[in-house]
Protein backbone atom coordinates (compact mmCIF):
# COMPACT_ATOMS: atom_id res chain seq x y z
CA UNK A 1 0.00 0.00 0.00
CA UNK A 2 2.20 3.10 -1.42
CA UNK A 3 1.50 6.21 0.82
CA UNK A 4 1.26 9.85 -0.45
CA UNK A 5 4.57 11.83 -1.86
CA UNK A 6 5.09 15.27 -1.21
CA UNK A 7 4.64 16.35 -4.39
CA UNK A 8 1.45 14.36 -4.18
CA UNK A 9 0.29 16.62 -1.12
CA UNK A 10 0.24 19.87 -3.02
CA UNK A 11 -1.93 17.82 -5.93
CA UNK A 12 -4.46 16.83 -3.36
CA UNK A 13 -4.88 20.04 -1.34
CA UNK A 14 -8.15 20.53 -2.55
CA UNK A 15 -11.25 20.41 -0.32
CA UNK A 16 -12.79 16.98 -3.03
CA UNK A 17 -11.61 13.43 -2.62
CA UNK A 18 -10.59 11.94 -5.63
CA UNK A 19 -12.95 10.38 -7.93
CA UNK A 20 -10.86 7.34 -7.89
CA UNK A 21 -11.55 6.77 -3.98
CA UNK A 22 -13.94 3.77 -3.10
CA UNK A 23 -13.00 3.48 0.59
CA UNK A 24 -12.55 5.80 3.80
CA UNK A 25 -11.49 4.93 7.08
CA UNK A 26 -11.98 6.71 10.14
CA UNK A 27 -8.77 6.42 12.46
CA UNK A 28 -8.74 7.91 16.18
CA UNK A 29 -4.86 9.20 16.80
CA UNK A 30 -4.76 9.21 20.85
CA UNK A 31 -2.24 9.24 23.58
CA UNK A 32 -1.16 11.67 26.58
CA UNK A 33 -0.69 15.13 26.38
CA UNK A 34 2.12 16.92 24.65
CA UNK A 35 2.89 13.48 22.45
CA UNK A 36 2.83 14.87 18.83
CA UNK A 37 -1.11 14.09 17.62
CA UNK A 38 -1.47 17.52 16.20
CA UNK A 39 1.99 17.74 15.00
CA UNK A 40 1.53 14.23 13.09
CA UNK A 41 -1.84 14.83 11.78
CA UNK A 42 -0.39 18.55 10.36
CA UNK A 43 2.52 17.03 8.68
CA UNK A 44 0.43 14.18 6.86
CA UNK A 45 -2.93 16.24 6.40
CA UNK A 46 -3.57 16.62 2.58
CA UNK A 47 -5.86 19.44 3.21
CA UNK A 48 -5.33 22.52 5.93
CA UNK A 49 -5.95 20.60 9.27
CA UNK A 50 -8.42 21.64 11.66
CA UNK A 51 -6.84 22.63 15.66
CA UNK A 52 -9.14 23.17 18.45
CA UNK A 53 -5.33 24.57 19.90
CA UNK A 54 -5.40 27.13 22.94
CA UNK A 55 -2.84 28.86 24.89
CA UNK A 56 -2.62 27.05 28.28
CA UNK A 57 -3.55 28.85 31.50
CA UNK A 58 -1.66 28.63 34.91
CA UNK A 59 -4.86 26.47 36.12
CA UNK A 60 -4.28 23.87 33.06
CA UNK A 61 -0.71 23.43 34.17
CA UNK A 62 -1.80 22.36 37.37
CA UNK A 63 -3.56 19.63 36.58
CA UNK A 64 -1.78 18.62 33.50
CA UNK A 65 0.89 16.12 33.48
CA UNK A 66 4.31 18.59 31.62
CA UNK A 67 6.84 15.54 32.70
CA UNK A 68 9.11 15.93 29.09
CA UNK A 69 7.14 18.77 27.61
CA UNK A 70 7.61 21.52 30.13
CA UNK A 71 8.08 23.81 27.19
CA UNK A 72 4.75 23.25 25.46
CA UNK A 73 2.21 26.53 25.73
CA UNK A 74 -0.83 25.25 23.77
CA UNK A 75 -3.11 22.57 23.85
CA UNK A 76 -6.52 20.39 22.17
CA UNK A 77 -9.16 21.33 23.52
CA UNK A 78 -11.87 19.49 21.12
CA UNK A 79 -10.22 17.68 18.67
CA UNK A 80 -7.71 17.51 15.41
CA UNK A 81 -8.80 16.70 12.26
CA UNK A 82 -7.08 15.51 8.55
CA UNK A 83 -7.55 13.82 5.82
CA UNK A 84 -5.03 11.61 3.93
CA UNK A 85 -5.01 9.83 0.76
CA UNK A 86 -3.17 6.87 1.61
CA UNK A 87 -3.87 5.03 -1.82
CA UNK A 88 -5.75 6.16 -5.01
CA UNK A 89 -8.94 4.39 -3.65
CA UNK A 90 -8.38 4.69 0.18
CA UNK A 91 -8.49 7.67 2.40
CA UNK A 92 -8.12 8.20 5.93
CA UNK A 93 -9.83 10.74 8.38
CA UNK A 94 -8.08 11.24 11.36
CA UNK A 95 -9.31 12.45 14.57
CA UNK A 96 -6.86 13.35 16.72
CA UNK A 97 -8.14 12.94 20.90
CA UNK A 98 -7.48 15.50 23.58
CA UNK A 99 -4.69 13.94 25.48
CA UNK A 100 -5.40 15.19 28.85
CA UNK A 101 -6.76 12.63 31.81
CA UNK A 102 -9.54 14.96 32.39
CA UNK A 103 -10.69 14.82 29.02
CA UNK A 104 -11.02 11.19 29.61
CA UNK A 105 -13.32 11.18 32.05
CA UNK A 106 -15.75 13.26 29.88
CA UNK A 107 -17.75 10.15 28.29
CA UNK A 108 -19.50 12.05 25.67
CA UNK A 109 -15.85 13.56 24.17
CA UNK A 110 -14.81 9.60 23.37
CA UNK A 111 -18.24 8.30 22.76
CA UNK A 112 -18.35 10.75 19.88
CA UNK A 113 -14.88 10.22 18.53
CA UNK A 114 -14.72 6.70 18.53
CA UNK A 115 -17.89 6.15 16.88
CA UNK A 116 -17.55 4.79 13.23
CA UNK A 117 -13.93 4.55 14.07
CA UNK A 118 -11.90 1.50 12.05
CA UNK A 119 -9.18 1.87 14.73
CA UNK A 120 -6.29 3.82 16.96
CA UNK A 121 -3.03 5.13 16.66
CA UNK A 122 -1.95 5.29 19.97
CA UNK A 123 1.28 7.76 20.30
CA UNK A 124 3.50 7.41 22.86
CA UNK A 125 6.95 8.37 24.46
CA UNK A 126 9.64 6.35 26.28
CA UNK A 127 10.27 8.75 28.99
CA UNK A 128 6.76 8.42 30.24
CA UNK A 129 5.43 5.03 28.83
CA UNK A 130 2.64 4.96 31.80
CA UNK A 131 1.27 8.31 30.20
CA UNK A 132 -0.27 6.11 27.63
CA UNK A 133 -2.23 3.80 29.58
CA UNK A 134 -5.62 5.79 29.95
CA UNK A 135 -5.23 6.57 26.11
CA UNK A 136 -5.40 2.59 25.71
CA UNK A 137 -7.57 2.35 28.48
CA UNK A 138 -10.06 4.22 26.57
CA UNK A 139 -9.07 2.73 23.24
CA UNK A 140 -10.08 -0.96 24.63
CA UNK A 141 -13.15 -0.22 25.76
CA UNK A 142 -14.04 1.44 23.48
CA UNK A 143 -13.45 -2.18 20.97
CA UNK A 144 -11.07 -0.07 18.94
CA UNK A 145 -8.09 -2.15 17.38
CA UNK A 146 -5.08 -0.42 17.88
CA UNK A 147 -1.09 -0.15 16.93
CA UNK A 148 1.44 1.91 18.79
CA UNK A 149 3.69 4.68 17.52
CA UNK A 150 6.90 5.54 19.58
CA UNK A 151 7.08 9.35 18.79
CA UNK A 152 10.51 10.21 18.49
CA UNK A 153 12.08 13.13 20.73
CA UNK A 154 15.51 13.99 20.98
CA UNK A 155 16.10 12.96 24.84
CA UNK A 156 14.17 10.03 24.62
CA UNK A 157 15.52 6.55 25.69
CA UNK A 158 15.60 3.30 24.04
CA UNK A 159 14.76 0.33 24.93
CA UNK A 160 14.27 -3.45 22.93
CA UNK A 161 10.95 -3.83 21.70
CA UNK A 162 10.64 -7.04 24.21
CA UNK A 163 10.94 -4.72 27.11
CA UNK A 164 8.30 -2.15 25.65
CA UNK A 165 5.89 -4.50 24.91
CA UNK A 166 5.61 -5.79 28.13
CA UNK A 167 5.79 -2.42 29.79
CA UNK A 168 2.65 -1.49 27.70
CA UNK A 169 1.43 -4.71 28.07
CA UNK A 170 0.67 -5.18 24.46
CA UNK A 171 -0.69 -8.51 23.11
CA UNK A 172 1.36 -10.11 20.45
CA UNK A 173 -0.34 -9.02 17.53
CA UNK A 174 -0.46 -5.36 18.49
CA UNK A 175 1.57 -3.30 16.23
CA UNK A 176 4.67 -1.40 17.87
CA UNK A 177 6.26 1.22 15.19
CA UNK A 178 8.30 4.21 15.94
CA UNK A 179 7.83 7.32 13.90
CA UNK A 180 8.59 10.97 13.90
CA UNK A 181 5.77 12.77 14.02
CA UNK A 182 7.70 15.83 12.41
CA UNK A 183 8.26 13.26 8.86
CA UNK A 184 5.92 12.73 6.73
CA UNK A 185 7.34 9.53 5.71
CA UNK A 186 7.59 8.32 8.71
CA UNK A 187 4.11 9.21 10.18
CA UNK A 188 2.63 7.83 7.34
CA UNK A 189 4.50 4.42 7.83
CA UNK A 190 3.15 4.33 11.20
CA UNK A 191 -0.55 4.77 10.06
CA UNK A 192 -0.11 2.33 7.18
CA UNK A 193 1.05 -0.46 10.18
CA UNK A 194 -2.17 0.58 11.96
CA UNK A 195 -4.33 0.03 8.70
CA UNK A 196 -2.77 -3.15 7.86
CA UNK A 197 -3.39 -4.14 11.47
CA UNK A 198 -7.15 -3.34 11.63
CA UNK A 199 -7.54 -4.38 8.06
CA UNK A 200 -6.87 -7.99 9.56
CA UNK A 201 -8.25 -7.52 12.82
CA UNK A 202 -11.66 -6.91 11.08
CA UNK A 203 -11.53 -10.08 8.59
CA UNK A 204 -10.65 -11.90 11.49
CA UNK A 205 -13.85 -10.84 13.72
CA UNK A 206 -16.22 -10.58 10.62
CA UNK A 207 -19.72 -11.96 11.99
Not at 68 to 90: H, I, N, W
Not at 108 to 118: D, E, K, R
Request: hydrophobic content about 40%; aromatic content about 6%.
Amino acid sequence: MASTTSSDRSADSGIYVRDTVETTAKLLIVGPFGVGKTTLIGTVSEIEPLRTEEVMTQAGALVDDLRGVEDKRTTTVAMDFGRLTLSPDLVLYLFGAPGQRRFNQVAPVWQQLAHGAYGALVLADTRRLDASFDAMEMVERHGLPYAVALNSFPDAPHFPDDELREALDLKPGTPLVSCDARDRASAARALIALVRHVHTYHQEHLP
